[in-house]
């Protein structure tokens, strides 16, 4: 095993723990509750996961054809930035349109905090 | 070696999809799908990605950039139009 089989090993792996992380989430957008649990499932460990496979695809490029790409780093900047943002984007309109949460809940903070506000106004 | 690792990171790709459209078909409410949705564009973010290890080509970085900006402007549009609805229920409760 060369130089360059390891490069393109260890690039590999990285895109699989990715697609591990991004299964995972599969799993838990199939199993959780309501839509908020959903919600973290989605946006956090699929963030991780594109993360991780965008990371491995620009290692290969840059070891095996000593390619920078300035479009994959743009790429890995814009999902890192935009992923949270659709999340909470999501979660409040769910709150919005009054969506219930699951049976177990024990508290809902945001309602107090909205009766307060109300109140105060 | 690599192209069996590859392969079967695009299949577990793949099998992510089916289960985001599996929770898109079935989801009881409508921010449920938004999240289904937003979860296949990320992963077609990155099965685009390994393709193109795949098939030794450069030219599919840019489809990732696009996707992704479309993407996301998809989901805020989706978001900003579930919020508005709830709130034009909201008054005619009233």
């Known amino acids: 095993m060369n130089i360059s089989a390891i490069d393109e090993f260890v690039a590999a792996f990285i895109i699989l723990v990715g697609s591990m992380m ?20 989605a946006t956090k460990s699929s963030t991780l996961a594109v993360l991780l496979t965008l990371s491995g695809v620009f290692l290969y490029f840059w070891l095996n054809e000593s390619l920078i790409s300035v479009r994959l780093l743009l790429g890995i900047i814009f999902v890192f930035i935009t992923a949270p943002v659709s999340g909470h984007l999501i979660l409040r309109a769910a709150y919005r349109s009054n969506v219930k949460l699951t049976e177990t809940t024990s508290e809902d903070e945001l309602k107090s905090a909205l009766e307060n506000k109300n109140n105060d106004e | 070696m690599i192209t069996i690792m590859l392969t079967t990171s695009l299949s577990l790709f793949a099998l992510s999809i089916a289960i985001a459209l599996y929770r898109i078909i079935r989801g ?22 390994v393709f193109s290890i795949l098939l030794q080509t450069k030219v599919f970085l840019d489809v990732i950039l696009i996707l992704g900006i479309l993407a996301w402007i998809g989901t805020i549009a989706f978001t900003k139009f579930i919020e508005r609805g709830s709130i034009v229920e909201y008054k005619r409760d009233r």
Request: aromatic share 8%.
């Open chain 1, 22 to 41: 991004s299964f995972l989430s599969a799993v838990g957008i199939i199993r959780f509750p309501d839509v908020y649990t959903r919600a973290h499932a």
């Open chain 2, 28 to 49: 009881p409410s409508m921010p449920d799908r938004a999240v289904g949705l937003d979860m296949i564009a990320v992963n077609l973010v990155s099965g685009i990605a």
